[in-house]
C-alpha cells in the first residue's frame, strides 16, 4: 500500500513569493495533519484537517493557511514568504478513530532566498 | 500547553551496547507519549506509544519505554544497538487523542550515532 506522499520534494523561493505543498494520505485515512520541521528542531503543529473541516490549528501566523479537498488530500499554502520559513513541511494521516496512528510523508523542503 | 523535553541532544553509542534515550513530558491531566525515529531525509516512523495500560511499551526494531508518572519520563531503551539504529529519534506528546484532536508536540530530538 502506498505511504502518505507529499509533493514537490524540494523547493526554492525567494522572500515575498506564495507557495503551495500538496500532500496525499493513505487510502482510507480522512485525516490531515501539517507540521513545519526547522532544521534542529523537532516538527511543530501547524493544521489538522477532517472532512475540509479545520479541526486544529498551531501557533503560526496567517500567512499559513490549508484546505482538504472531498478526495481528501491536502494543500498547504503560505503567503509572503520569509528567510524562516526555509524548513521540511511534514504532512501526516490518520484513519478515522479514536487513538490511531500519525503516519507521515517524507516531506516537503522549502528553501526561501 | 503540552511541552516536551530530550534531554540529549546527541549521545554516540559503541555498536552491540544498550542506550537509553531520555524524554520528560510536562504533567497533564492525560497524555499520551510517542517516540517517532527519522532517518536521513526521510519523513517519522512510529516505533512506539502510550496510550494507556501497562507502563513497559515494546516497539518495533526492539526498542522499548517506560512510562513512569511519577517523573513524567517516557525513556526510550534499547539492549543492543546496531549501525542501522543511527538516526533522529523523536519523543512527541499529545494531551488529547481523540479523532479531530491528534496534534503532537515533539521534543527537539535526538540523534543516535552507532560507533562500530
Known amino acids: 500500500d502506498a505511504g502518505v506522499t507529499q509533493s514537490p520534494t524540494h523547493l526554492i523561493k525567494t522572500r515575498g513569493q506564495h507557495v503551495t505543498l500538496r500532500c496525499s494520505p493513505i487510502?482510507?485515512?480522512?485525516?490531515v495533519s501539517w507540521y513545519q520541521q526547522v532544521l534542529g528542531q523537532g516538527p511543530q503543529f501547524i493544521f489538522q484537517?477532517?472532512?475540509?473541516?479545520?479541526?486544529g490549528r498551531g501557533n503560526f501566523p496567517d500567512r499559513f493557511s490549508a484546505r482538504q479537498f472531498p478526495n481528501y488530500s491536502s494543500e498547504l499554502n503560505v503567503n509572503a514568504l520569509l528567510l524562516g520559513d526555509s524548513a521540511l513541511y511534514l504532512c501526516?494521516?490518520?484513519?478515522?478513530?479514536?487513538?490511531?496512528?500519525?503516519?507521515f510523508g517524507p516531506g516537503t523542503r522549502l528553501l526561501v532566498l | 500547553a503540552q511541552s516536551v523535553t530530550q534531554l540529549d541532544s546527541q549521545v554516540p553509542v559503541f555498536e552491540e551496547a544498550p542506550v537509553e534515550l531520555r524524554c520528560n513530558y510536562s504533567?497533564?491531566?492525560?497524555?499520551?507519549l510517542f517516540w517517532y525515529v527519522q532517518y536521513p531525509n526521510q519523513g517519522l516512523q512510529l516505533l512506539l506509544k502510550?496510550?494507556?495500560?501497562?507502563?513497559l511499551v515494546k516497539g518495533i526494531n526492539g526498542f522499548e519505554a517506560e512510562f513512569n508518572k511519577s517523573q513524567t519520563s517516557f525513556h526510550l531503551r534499547k539492549p543492543s544497538v546496531h549501525i542501522s539504529d543511527t538516526a533522529e529519534y523523536f519523543c512527541?506528546?499529545?494531551?488529547?487523542?481523540?479523532?479531530?484532536?491528534?496534534?503532537?508536540?515533539f521534543g527537539t530530538g535526538t540523534r543516535l550515532t552507532i560507533i562500530p
Open positions: 504533567s497533564s491531566v492525560s497524555v499520551y
Open positions: 487510502s482510507g485515512h480522512k485525516s
Open positions: 512527541a506528546a499529545a494531551s488529547g487523542w481523540d479523532f479531530g484532536n491528534e496534534k503532537l508536540t
Open positions: 502510550y496510550l494507556s495500560g501497562s507502563t
Open positions: 501526516a494521516s490518520t484513519q478515522k478513530g479514536p487513538k490511531e496512528t500519525q503516519y
Open positions: 484537517y477532517y472532512e475540509k473541516e479545520e479541526r
